[in-house]
């Protein structure tokens, strides 16, 4: 069976500080892990995504993260917030093989980001 | 052009009622899902179709029932709607490389 535990509901920030989003996941097998991003009233759009190969993935809008098999994490960063990076982020995971593409979410954390 | 599209955007309706929810995907995706997110924003798969066979039933209730008329399109019909049922439902789709697409959502409101 496979989770995903997102550290912090809720993450405030001031502008151009570091945003750091903590993901941790549990799995059986291999995963593929996700970040994406809500914007209110809006879907979801993907930051990035990790599969195979290099463990630091870089994504849009300047986030990246970094795939820690020993610690089962994949949090996510960005060196300096912008008030535009005020959102739902939501961590993801999928089970690598297989070919049914389920993702099983994390709760969600709602980054603040003040002036 | 917009990859995944809903329709409607908001539903207003009922109980007792029932509703449908039109999904299409233009990214020539082989796979298509509903998702869930509950008041709290917790998403949740609900069904998904791979080439219009039903592939995942997430224990949803049978007053739920998706239709896929071809691979670019997959509805969702609600039976004698509850209040319980009121959320924001995603439709989404993924290729092989299991990265998925989603759709702007339908805020579903039983009054």
């Known amino acids: 069976a496979q989770s995903v535990t997102q550290l912090g509901s809720h993450v405030s920030v001031s502008e151009g500080a570091l945003v750091l989003l903590r993901c941790n996941y549990s799995?059986?097998?291999?995963?593929?892990l996700f970040w994406y991003v809500q914007y209110p009233n809006q879907g979801l759009q993907l930051l990035l995504k990790?599969?195979?190969?290099?463990?630091l993935v870089k994504g849009i809008n300047g986030f990246e993260a970094e795939f820690k098999k020993s610690e089962t994490s994949f949090h996510l960063t960005k060196p300096s917030a912008h008030m535009s990076d005020a959102a739902e982020y939501f961590c993801?995971?999928?089970?690598?093989?297989?070919?049914?593409?389920?993702?099983?979410f994390g709760q969600g954390t709602t980054l603040q980001v003040k002036p | 052009d917009t990859a995944v599209s809903q329709t409607p955007k908001y539903l207003v309706t009922q109980m007792g009622n029932d509703k449908s929810i039109k999904c299409e995907q233009n990214l020539g995706h082989d796979t298509m899902y509903w998702y869930k997110q509950d008041s709290k924003k917790f998403l949740k798969i609900m069904f998904s179709?791979?080439?219009?066979?039903?592939?995942i039933n997430e224990t949803v209730p049978n007053r739920f029932s998706p239709k896929s008329p071809d691979k670019a399109h997959l509805n969702l019909h609600i039976n004698s709607l509850e209040l319980g049922d009121s959320a924001v439902y995603f439709c989404?789709?993924?290729?092989?490389?299991?990265?998925?697409?989603f759709g702007q959502g339908t805020r579903l409101t039983v009054v």
């Open positions: 993801a995971v999928t089970p690598w093989g297989g070919n049914t593409g389920k993702l099983i």
């Open positions: 990790y599969t195979t190969g290099a463990t």
């Open positions: 989404a789709s993924s290729q092989e490389t299991r990265e998925a697409f």
């Open positions: 179709y791979n080439n219009k066979e039903l592939i």
């Open positions: 799995s059986s097998v291999p995963p593929y």
